[in-house]
């Protein structure tokens, strides 16, 4: 019944901005725990951001300052805008919902 489909992922350039969209059903954002992770092959699936009901926030140290979430909750959808992107932030990204739901993910390549 819940499904976190991410859109928005592809190519950019060092230095450009991206912005992942995800669009949820089966579950309301607004008052989810709703989070981005990214994951390269070999490698854990390590945070990137999340958002709770109440509306704080948490970044992973390597993105903080650059990466933002949010979410449009007439939209039902949750969002995450990468700024100064940086070639190490290549890897699959997966929205996540209560700690539990997952999407399929989404490649995110940045190129120098």
């Known amino acids: 019944q819940v499904e976190l489909v991410e859109s928005g992922g592809g190519l950019a350039q060092a230095g450009g901005s991206l912005r992942l969209s995800c669009a949820a059903s089966g579950i309301y954002v607004g008052s989810s725990l709703m989070g981005w992770y990214r994951q390269t092959p070999g490698d854990l699936r390590e945070l990137v951001a999340t958002l709770d009901s109440d509306g704080s926030t948490n970044y992973g140290e390597s993105v903080k300052g650059r990466f933002t979430i949010s979410r449009d909750g007439a939209r039902n959808t949750v969002y995450l805008r990468m700024d100064s992107l940086k070639p190490e932030d290549t890897a699959v990204y997966y929205c996540?919902?209560?700690?539990?739901?997952w999407g399929r993910g989404i490649q995110v390549t940045v190129s120098s």
């Open positions: 996540n919902a209560l700690n539990t739901y």
